[in-house]
């Protein structure tokens, strides 16, 4: 049985790097036109050739977002587009337009063609059309059941693709024209300003419902599927899809590595993860999450614990303080980079691609002068700590929490 693809996004190369390096199978990105989340970073032509050869050498795979909704005038350069990254060797690209696969089938036969999600594939005979028109492979709308997932993924002759984790829309993926109303930037031709999470006054008629201490928001809570890993697994699922392209680089490398111990620990195992085993595995997961988490569609059940009505739920953590540039072993000093505040006399945790959660008490800290630092509080200053272990680059730093 040919083992379940994880799939990660990232905004820029160096994510895309972590992504790689902490164990996604794939990566998906967005080039500086015709992607959907034109907000990021994104990858200029150069930067999607040099992308596509680190993931290769890794022996991942690189997939590119093509998936605005086309208009007319966004075709103009899309088959010098398409070439370009086929002749730098990217594995996919990911489409929400039938007109496109069949251009790219033409001019790039050997890169895969793959549905987006913004064409909100939820049954089987859509698959069916979808293969048809020369697609390779399905990304399934957020819409779906777990039961429903099974259903289509077993009729199905085409390889499916399902998300696992990270933001949901609070209308049907594809469908939604809030920012479109109310800002004048097309959410399905990578304009959304995510509307759907601002904060509201709610009126019935010229009555206000709401006041300024508790105004309504609409906003879903996001996507976590840890519980529902071993089905998909069973019922066939090709790729599993984490959401993100906005995201940092710790919620990249948190996420991805614990997805992949748990994928990994699933076909190990000759019986079902235990509750203690997924316990452990959500929790990891929420030291990367900053909005609460649900399982979306997947459990069947859609009462309006789903969404943040009231609250829009976002915060930001600043527990991820330093990230690993390098290691002196011969003298127990780590060279990082400060990303949040941290102080001397702190308990702290690293994580990386070959590290488990491994803890320290930050004892001693020097600047590149040798001054010893109290309170690192500079973000992309570089600092030495003593590190009773040994670490490696792109290994990551956070603080830990204690119950009280």
């Given at each position: 049985m040919k083992k379940?693809?994880?799939l990660a996004p990232a905004k820029d190369i160096a994510k895309a790097k972590i992504a790689v390096l902490y164990g996604a199978d794939a990566v998906y990105v967005g080039g500086k036109s015709f992607s959907l989340r034109s907000r990021a970073s994104n990858f200029d032509l150069d930067d999607l050739k040099e992308i596509t050869h680190f993931a290769h050498t890794h022996g991942s795979k690189l997939y590119v977002?093509?998936?605005?909704?086309?208009?007319?005038?966004?075709?103009v350069g899309i088959k010098e587009y398409i070439k370009e990254l086929d002749s730098f060797g990217v594995d996919a690209i990911i489409v929400s337009?039938?007109?496109?696969?069949?251009?790219?089938?033409?001019?790039?036969?050997?890169?895969?063609?793959?549905?987006?999600?913004?064409m909100s594939s939820l049954n089987s005979d859509a698959v069916a059309v979808l293969e048809g028109f020369g697609a390779d492979r399905i990304v399934l709308g957020r819409e779906l059941s777990m039961e429903e997932v099974k259903n289509v993924t077993m009729k199905s002759m085409l390889p499916v693709e399902v998300f696992i984790h990270g933001g949901m829309c609070s209308n049907y993926s594809g469908r939604c024209t809030l920012s479109n109303?109310?800002?004048?930037?097309?959410?399905?031709r990578g304009g959304c300003a995510q509307s759907c999470r601002w904060?509201?006054?709610?009126?019935?008629?010229t009555n206000l419902l709401s006041s300024d201490d508790k105004l309504f928001s609409m906003s879903s809570k996001d996507l976590r599927a840890s519980a529902y890993i071993e089905d998909m697994i069973r019922c066939g699922v090709a790729s599993l899809k984490i959401e993100g392209r906005m995201k940092s680089e710790y919620y990249i490398a948190q996420v991805v590595k614990t997805y992949r111990k748990l994928i990994d620990e699933i076909y190990a195992s000759t019986v079902p993860l235990s509750a203690e085993r997924l316990a452990y595995y959500d929790?990891?997961?929420?030291k990367a999450e900053n909005r609460p988490a649900d399982d979306g569609f997947l459990s069947g059940d859609c009462d309006n614990t789903k969404h943040l009505y009231g609250i829009n739920?976002?915060?930001?953590?600043?527990?991820?303080?330093?990230?690993?540039?390098?290691?002196?072993?011969?003298?127990s000093l780590a060279l990082v980079e400060v990303k949040n505040k941290f102080s001397v006399n702190e308990e702290l945790e690293v994580f990386g691609p070959c590290l488990d959660n491994t803890q320290f008490v930050n004892r001693l800290m020097f600047n590149e002068e040798w001054k010893s630092i109290e309170v690192a509080n500079k973000p992309t200053e570089l600092l030495?700590?003593?590190?009773?272990?040994?670490?490696?680059?792109?290994d990551m730093i956070r603080k830990v929490h204690t119950e009280e």
């Open positions: 379940v693809e994880l977002t093509v998936n605005i909704v086309f208009h007319d005038e966004d075709l337009s039938i007109g496109l696969v069949q251009i790219a089938k033409t001019i790039a036969p050997n890169m895969e063609c793959h549905i987006s999600t913004q109303r109310m800002t004048l930037r097309d959410a399905n904060k509201y006054r709610l009126y019935q008629g929790n990891e997961l929420s739920g976002s915060g930001v953590t600043h527990d991820y303080v330093a990230i690993v540039r390098r290691y002196d072993a011969n003298r030495y700590l003593r590190v009773p272990f040994a670490v490696n680059k792109d």
